[in-house]
């Protein structure tokens, strides 16, 4: 599936970059920055007001631009000794879901591309008290991502993109 974007008054000429490229060293990817912000932005500064970061809202997949396009975290639902907890995952970012049994030490029970952790509390295993949390990532190097193409047709900038398969 191809999806083309026109931009009017802009010019560039022809390239191709992955959708993390970093060419102003800014921390977020001039793909984000440009569709967002239509130029470089600052990483720390929350351009919405909804407490979140522009790095984190570019990590996390949601809006920098739209104070209600937030995180909204973990959610937890227990079904008799059942634990599920789960979370909105985004396209292209890994999560990691680690637990302690004191805040001190860590180890990770999940990983990957995920959005759901689910926990037997009737193993005999099982710990009298636990607390997790979640964390984030963009796409390590080398990761496939989908590939930005940008041609200048007279005073129009055109922005094409392919959706790598199982992505929309």
């Known amino acids: ?13 022809c390239c191709s970059l992955p959708a993390l490229t970093d060419l102003n ?5 001039d793909v984000y920055e440009f569709i ?14 909804d407490g979140l970061s522009n790095y984190d809202e570019m990590v996390w997949g949601t809006s920098p631009t739209n104070a209600a396009s937030k995180v909204t975290g973990l ?9 599920e907890l789960s979370w909105p995952a985004v396209p292209y ?9 004191d805040l001190v030490s860590w180890q990770t029970v999940a990983s ?7 926990e037997n509390l ?12 979640l964390s984030g990532a963009l796409p390590a190097s080398g990761t496939v991502v989908p ?13 094409a993109w392919t959706a790598v398969s199982g992505q929309t």
Request: net charge positive.
């Open 1 to 13: 599936m191809k999806k083309i974007i026109v931009i009017m008054g802009a010019c560039l000429l």
């Open 25 to 29: 060293y800014t921390g977020l990817s």
């Open 36 to 49: 967002y912000f239509n130029g470089s932005a600052d990483p720390y500064a929350d351009a919405d007001g």
């Open 75 to 83: 959610s937890a639902q227990l079904t008799g000794r059942t634990l």
């Open 93 to 101: 970012r890994t999560y990691e879901l680690r637990a302690s049994m």
């Open 112 to 118: 990957g591309s995920i959005s759901n952790y689910t």
């Open 122 to 133: 009737a193993a005999a295993n099982a710990p009298l008290r636990r607390f997790y949390r």
């Open 147 to 159: 590939r930005l193409t940008a041609t200048r047709s007279g005073q129009n900038l055109i922005l």
